[in-house]
């Protein structure tokens, strides 16, 4: 069964408007911006991340800064446990 061109165009135009709502509301809830520093055994990393508020946009920046310098489960727990080096946030 063929699709009309205008039936395509149609198509096409409401995917595009969901990927738009879908970009617009991903990027609305991403309010606050933290870059968090971590030194874990000897050794830093210090990692970005965004979110709707500044304990989780903190947090999710000090987890991914805890990936590069921890192994395993364990370390990676102290690591997101230990206070970190530095810690810069900002609202959008």
Known sequence: MALGS???YLMW???AGFVVLLMWSTMASQQVECEVCVEFNGR????TA???NEAQAAQSAQTTACGTVSSGMAE???????P?????CQVR
Request: charged letters at 25%.
């Open 76 to 82: 990676s727990v102290m690591c997101g446990d230990a």
């Open 13 to 15: 135009l409401i995917v």
């Open 84 to 88: 970190p080096v530095s810690r810069r």
């Open 44 to 47: 830093r990393n210090c990692a």
């Open 6 to 8: 205008r039936s395509k």
């Open 50 to 52: 965004s979110a709707a």
